[in-house]
Structure formats: C-alpha cells, structure tokens
DNA sequence: TAATTCAGCTTACATCTGTACGCTATTTTA
DNA sequence: TAAAATAGCGTACAGATGTAAGCTGAATTA
C-alpha cells in the first residue's frame, strides 16, 4: 500500500468520522479534536499530520457539503428538462436530498448562523453560487430583468432552506406538507416577480 | 433591602452578564457556568441558587428574547396606525430593533438552528407566535382567506428573518441595501398571495 | 543496501469544566 | 428574642481538553 494512499484514506476516515459526529446535537464549535480523532481511530496527537487545526477540518468539511449541493443543482436541472415543472422538481430534489444528506445539510445550516466567522463566511459563499446559478437560470427561461431575477432567486433560495430547516426534524408527512407549502409560496414569489416585471415595463 | 428583592437582582445580574456574552462567536452552548458566573460576579457555586442548569438559563434567555421581539411586534402595528405603510413600517421597526438589541436576535437565529432540542422547541414557539398574529393581521386587512394568508404571513416572516441575519453582520449602508431588498420581495410575496386569491375564487 | 522521511504512537502537562460538600452571615419567621 | 431558612462562598475532585516532545517502524529515496 502507497503511504501518500494511505495518508488519504486515513484523512478521509476523519472527514467521514467528524461527519458521523456531526449530529442533531453536535456542531463544528462542539465537536472535540480528540473526539473525532477517537472516532477515526487515531491518537490525537496523529490529527496534527492531516489538519492544522479543528478548523481547518471545519472548512474542508463545509466545502464538502458545498460541493454535494451544487451536485445536487446539477441533478435537479437534469430532472426539470425532462418534465415535471421547475418548482415541483426543484423542492422534490432538494427534499430528497436533505433526507439522504441529513448531516451534510445540517452542518451547512448551523454553521450559516454559527459562532465562527470563518465557516458562516464558508457557507455564504456555497449559499451566493446558489443564487448566482439560479438567477442566470431564471432570466435565461423567463427572461425577467437582472434585478428583478435576482430578487426572485433570492428569495426562493431563502425559502428553500428554511423549509428545508423545517424539514429536517419532521416525520415523512410532515415533510410532504413542508414541502406543499413551500411550493405555493415559491409560487407566489414568482408570480409576484412577474407582476413587477409588467410594472417596470409600463414606467 | 429585602432578602426576594436581592435575590432578583442577582438573577437579573446573571442574566445579563449572559447577554453580554453572547456575541458573534458565543452561544448558549458553547458558555460555561464559571464564565457566566464570573461575569455575573458570583461564585460558580452560587449560581444553582438561581438556576438548576445552564440550560434553564438559556432557556429563560430565549423566552426573555422571544418578549422582546412580541413588544416589538406591537410598536410595529402602532406605527403602522400612524401611516406609512405595512411593509415599510414593519421592516424598518425590526431592523432598528437587530440593530439595538443585536444579541437578544442573534441568540433567536443561533439557536433556532442550534445543538439543543429545547432551545429550537423555544424559538419556534415565538416564531410561531409572529405567524399567528401575522396571519391574523392579514385576514383582518386584506380580507385574504386563511389558507393563503397563513402561507403569506409564513413566507413573510422568514424573509424577513433571513434579512435579519444578514443585516446583523452588516455595515449601516449594507443594512439599508438588505431592508429595500427584503422589501421588494415581501411584496412579490404579497402580490402573488392577492393573485392567488383571485384564481381561487375563480374555481 | 544505507539513509531519509514521515504517519502514527505514547507520555506528559497545564488548563478548564461541572458540581458535591459544608461553612458563614444575614434575613425571615415564630 | 430565639430558631429556622437561605444566598453566597471556598475548597476539592474527577474528568476532559489542546498540544508539546520525542520515539518507532515502515515506506521512500539515493
């Protein structure tokens, strides 16, 4: 066995490690470094040779979880262009994910509101590619203005990973009813965007 | 002095010192009792004559919270009385309010997606409380069915609850850019509610 | 093959935590 | 006034934590 592989499967035992202990009751700022050493079946002192820090572990943890959302838009696209209404796949795909993904998603929206700069500065940048995908989605297939898309997607964003917060501690049918409800509500935005989009062409 | 009267303004004490150290990189998790008693200038020890646990404390902190955002509710109608608009009104008044009272809403936002079961239980029932009286003031001023004024107040409050959090870490003129933003949108929201009444109504 | 590198280990230490126990001094009650 | 209650304190202890120092053995390099 290579000693550069080994290093690497080692690393990822402690990504996947901190991910487990990644809870509904742990945070980044919770969670100890001999814990997750003892998780990985490491000494403590052994984490040093893979991460400088618990934080340094935060961040590669976050863009992790980063990176499984914009594979998770990718799919949903993939999803829409073969029929079933944008919103509709939309929220399903999102839904689904977040059931699959439970920690990964939770990590993101704890650490959206969490006590380190560093990681809340993390997560918004994953949150910002959300919306910069989606508004040059939106205007490519509505063709709304800039501004007005850009509003729009937003907005749905924020929807999304509130109800997604929601969605998180209930039981399938609640989900279901989350996941109802949100729809109408995106439903609104965007009927609410188109509405000022005639107004700003009548001025 | 009286012996009762003492004894509240050491709980006062204690609460306060906890509010104080509740800033960007604290929460309620992540302070100890010594911290907070030392900050409260106590003994550690003295501190379970107030409180059983950290928790009950925190939960006190977050009901404490809560009253404060349901005052805020109230200024908001009264100058919504006086004119000016509801939108307007509303998200300016909760906007001064983040800004005065920054960690009372910091502590709401953490732990509305933070470690403690109790403590999300907590938030949400204020959250809750702000649907309900949203929800009702829409029916009684736009005469909108329940269904849809539910879903409007709902999509309402976490917009605005989302532009709080971005507002918090914000600088005076971001603050202004994030309140104009969230006021647009509130009223896409607000337009594809009245739209959806009348496709409603036309079934 | 001999020398070097380095992932992981063991040991060790100073620091912080929650909280049990019992004392004191003052207020309240009888 | 005598007895009871109690807010607050000091001491003490058993854990847990981050991380420094130095060792080992296997993989890599020369």
Redesign the interface.
Known sequence: MNRQEQKLRTRRSIIEAAFLLLD????L??ISLREVARAAGIAPTSFYRHFKDIDELGLTLVDEAGLALRQLMRQARARIASGGGVINTSVDTFMEFITANNNVFRLL??E??????AF?AAVLREIKHFNVELTDYTISTTGLPYNIAN??A??MV??V??AG?EAL?ASEEQKLNVAE?VK??L???????L??KAEQANS
Do not use: C, I, W
Request: net charge positive.
């Open positions: 509904e009751q742990r945070s700022s919770s929206l704890r959206h509101t969490g006590t380190s700069m809340r509003l729009q937003e907005a924020k929807l990973f509130s917060a501690d409800r109408l509500q439903r609104f935005v965007v009927n609410g965007a509405q000022a």
